[in-house]
């Protein structure tokens, strides 16, 4: 990007040092021109500042918090936030990666004029951060500690004041447990990774937000033309009900929350990654949900602890008679709501089998000496979510696309710019769209049908998730929903508008940057994350590690062919520019990318491809 102008971005992070009580402010605007914002100024700063040897839990772990350039505008889906950090929930190494919530502590967090905040070191004793237009203070947060999520936000608002956004850590985080999430509001959580419990190791509770600024947009009207043309091609989802919410500002896709009021008067908000909706009555059901919430643990790696019945690892480990009463202490009931209740506070306390259930599930299953093979996780510490097997609904050979992004990611991919818009659109004969049509896209996103064709088997797999790659990393940067089914490749007439991002950046911030040229930003930002995965030990090998998940038979009975699968790898390396051997980035593609300085630093430490 030539030049930058002051519109999209404030322009300042807000840099705090836990350990000597320090804040201070940087300019942001050098970093954003070379990498949006969000996830990709968020790995620059993990790149220059984090100690590749380090835990999570080390003082010099940075915990990242950013936005991007469309947080607090109108441009839809963008009400997030992206959090980044040695992750603790990684398995089974520590690695850096990332997290995302929506909800308005983003937006806020702009309007207080930052862009995002670094923080570093570890304070004495339990604080909190308060953020108000420009100014930031570290405060003692000894009478906030040990309260849930919902109560220290309540507490939080009620000091400073109506329209104060707050994230805060709930006891899993004070406590340490990896799988800890960071919460703000009801519904939004930084939930992948663990780096809640990041925020206790800090003894950070809450950073509480107000401002009265604004977002300055460069073209207003061009930017409510784009906004209406994202509209129109991606309406509000089909089965929004009255009482269906969006969780985040700027959302007009309103994917997320059913609300509904227990007879207490609280209030839970189901989804996808909802672990009470499956009890009966519902009333017991969002009592599970709200604990989870309240604790401040991971719903989707307690989903699949053990509510998703068969599929999860409790239900599969009993049926086996691997896991029984005895390693509980308890009756193993995972269908009983009230065993929840009980274990849930067990987790969060590290109290009994809470203590090793607080490790996530693969570090549990290696202190109990068993229930490896009826773990639900792909890799890399992370359980399966739209894999194709375990989870979500691509069919072979759709799921060879996952399996690459699974692979060569720190964490869940999420895919839902490639398997999920497939299911959504297609759905095997059941959608809007038609496989013909769906292959005529294909040939004009990926440059060709064998992308998605159903007879293509492991051919021109590696393209799409290159592809998606980069874009799911310009969505964290920019930041925008995965939910509203950005890059938009199909809407109900067919072809979606996969350049909406690039309008959209140009109209908030005046640059004009071609659909390519973001393209290039996000295969910039992929190399950088490759080089810090690289720099803390990860090769091919690591890359691998999905194949024992993959190889076991998917739904149609279908399982991966392993040699097929790494010549497919070589042909993703390929298209990365890294070596096939090791899968390390090459200097000719970082320099290529404008990273010079990454590649001398990997050549220094013998770590190029």
């Avoid at 009478?143 to 919902?150: C, M, R, Y």
């Avoid at 089914?485 to 309008?503: H, I, M, Q, W």
């Avoid at 930002?525 to 076991?552: K, Q, S």
Wanted: aromatic share 10%; proline share 5%; charged share 25%.
């Amino acid at each position: 990007m030539n030049g930058l102008a002051p519109y999209g971005w404030t322009g300042r992070l807000l840099r705090v040092d836990l350990t000597n009580d320090r804040v201070w402010t940087e300019d942001s605007l050098g970093i954003a021109r070379r990498f949006i914002g969000g996830r990709g100024v968020a790995a620059w700063i993990g790149w220059r500042e984090i100690p590749p040897e380090i835990d999570a839990f080390h003082p010099e772990n940075r915990l990242i918090f950013m936005t991007g350039p469309l947080t607090g505008t109108l441009s839809p889906a963008s009400g997030r936030i992206v959090v980044c950090g040695k992750a603790p929930q990684s398995y089974p190494r520590i690695h850096y990666t990332r997290s995302n919530m929506g909800g308005h502590w983003g937006p806020e967090l702009k309007y207080a004029g930052f862009d995002g905040i670094v923080v570093q070191g570890k304070a004495q004793s339990p604080v909190y951060l308060w953020i108000e237009d420009g100014e930031a203070e570290i405060l003692d947060a000894n009478w906030l500690w040990g309260l849930d999520t919902f109560e220290a936000q309540k507490r939080l608002v009620e000091r400073h004041g109506r329209g104060t956004q707050v994230c805060c850590i709930g006891p899993a985080g004070e406590n340490l447990v990896r799988i800890a999430v960071i919460q703000s509001g009801m519904e939004n959580a930084a939930g992948q990774g663990g780096l809640g419990a990041v925020m206790g190791s800090k003894n950070l509770k809450a950073i509480a937000v107000k401002g009265s600024g604004r977002v300055e947009v460069a073209r207003p009207k061009r930017l409510i033309d784009v906004c209406n043309q994202i509209r129109r091609l991606r309406p509000p989802s089909s089965d929004v009900q009255p009482d269906r919410k969006a969780c985040s500002m700027a959302c007009t896709y309103q994917c997320s929350m059913r609300i509904y009021r227990t007879r207490k008067g609280e209030t839970v908000a189901f989804h996808c990654c909802s672990p009470g909706v499956s009890f009966k009555p519902l009333e017991k059901g969002a009592e599970v949900e709200l604990l989870c919430d309240k604790l401040g643990l991971n719903r989707w790696e307690i989903d699949w602890m053990g509510i998703r019945k068969e599929r999860s690892w409790f239900g599969k480990a009993k049926k086996n008679g691997i896991l029984s009463d005895e390693d509980f202490g308890m009756s193993l009931n995972p269908e009983d709501p009230d065993f929840w209740l009980k274990l849930l506070r067990k987790i969060a306390y590290r109290e009994g089998i809470g203590d090793i259930l607080a490790e996530g599930m693969p570090r549990a299953a290696d202190m109990l000496g068993k229930g490896w093979d009826e773990l639900p996780h792909v890799a890399h510490g992370y359980a399966a979510h739209w894999d194709g097997h375990l989870y979500g609904q691509p069919r072979f050979p759709h799921w060879l696309v996952s399996a690459l992004m699974w692979a060569t990611d720190t964490r869940d991919p999420l895919v839902h710019g490639y398997a999920q818009e497939l299911a959504r659109w297609y759905r095997y004969g059941g959608g809007p769209l038609t496989m013909k049509e769906i292959e005529r896209i294909s040939e004009r996103v990926y440059g060709s049908r064998l992308a998605v064709s159903l007879d293509s088997g492991y051919e021109c797999k590696a393209k799409p998730a290159v592809w998606h790659q980069n874009r799911d990393a310009i969505k964290d940067s920019l930041l925008v929903c995965d939910q509203m089914g950005f890059p938009l490749v199909y809407s109900r007439d067919g072809y979606g508008d996969t350049g909406a991002e690039a309008k959209l950046f140009s109209a908030v911030t005046g640059i004009d940057l071609t659909e390519a040229e973001l393209d290039r930003l996000g295969e910039r930002i992929i190399n950088l994350e490759r080089a810090i995965m690289v720099r803390e030990g990860w090769t091919r090998r690591d890359d691998e590690a999905v194949i024992p998940y993959f190889e076991r038979p998917d739904v149609e009975g279908i399982g991966m062919d392993r040699a097929k699968f790494q010549k497919m790898l070589d042909e993703y390396y390929e298209l990365r520019g890294w070596n096939k051997v090791n899968g390390y980035p090459t200097r000719e593609k970082l320099e290529e990318l404008d990273l010079k300085e990454v590649a001398d630093e990997l050549d220094r430490l013998g770590l190029l491809g």
